[in-house]
């Protein structure tokens, strides 16, 4: 059985993860930026909510790890946040450097023309309220573009949330594990892709989605003779840490 033909993926390849990978304090500007400088076109980062609903990148719940402050994220509001330096942790080259809010990287990837996969990184409890103002900021700031982000999420319900306010913006499930189910659900949300787990994908999987409609994107991938084997299963895209070691086509 042929698989069916899909659209055209106009999408750049390579994919930084976080901005930079581990080179920059992930999640900023200043990684964004460095990544560019690698020649990387195509990104992934983290977004969240503050405790007054504005849409800013952080990975984890808490800001501990990345940032000079502790607790959790949600319960501050956006003016706090963005007092805070998310650059120091990673080294004091990057002292000072901010928290990104949603906004000032869409107008830096609209302004260099990059494409972005968004993921939805919600606090828990809050997934499908997340997907919903997320959808609606990305709606707004990319208003009028040809390549607007990519929303993906590992939780199906902030991917809902964000179709039941833009649903003609490209949805992505990310799978870590091989769940029970977790096709039909990619399906049930009208997703366009899967990102799963570089270590899940082989011939079957890709073969799999293929015939389901849906493109193929791993994450992370830093190895080259790993990345070689799976670029010859005919993946879509490679999200990589390893920005030093990979020249972006």
């Known amino acids: 059985m042929t698989s069916p033909a899909l659209p055209d993926w106009p999408h750049p390849r390579w994919i ?13 500007m200043a990684a964004f930026r460095l ?19 504005v849409p800013f990148l952080l990975h984890d719940s808490t800001l501990e790890r990345t940032t000079n ?21 990673h080294s004091p080259a990057y002292a000072g450097e901010p928290p990104a809010s949603l906004a000032a990287v869409a107008a830096w990837m609209r302004g260099n023309g990059h494409w972005l996969d968004l993921e939805i990184k919600p606090t828990e409890g809050d997934e499908e309220r997340t997907g919903r103002v ?3 900021e990305v709606e707004r700031l990319w208003a009028g573009s040809d390549r607007p982000p990519l929303l ?11 179709r039941e306010v833009a649903p003609q913006l490209q949805r992505a499930l990310l799978v870590d594990k091989d769940w029970p189910g977790w096709l039909d659900v990619a399906r049930q949300l009208d997703c366009v892709a899967a990102i799963t787990n570089h270590r899940l994908m082989d011939a079957t999987l890709f073969n799999t989605l293929r015939a389901a409609g849906l493109r193929a994107l791993v994450y992370t991938v830093n190895e080259p003779r790993a990345a070689e084997a799976l670029w010859a299963l005919g993946l879509d895209g490679i999200i990589t840490d390893a920005i030093d070691r990979f020249a972006p086509d």
């Open 16 to 28: 930084a993860h976080r901005g930079a990978g581990k080179l920059a304090p992930e999640n900023t």
């Open 35 to 53: 990544g560019a400088s690698h020649g990387y076109r195509a990104f992934e980062c983290d977004v969240k909510l503050s405790a007054d609903g």
């Open 69 to 89: 402050a502790t607790g959790r994220a949600a319960d501050r509001s956006w003016s706090e946040l963005s007092l805070l330096d998310a650059g120091s942790w």
């Open 134 to 136: 997320v959808a609606a």
């Open 152 to 162: 993906s999420s590992f939780r199906p319900e902030a991917l809902a949330g964000a």
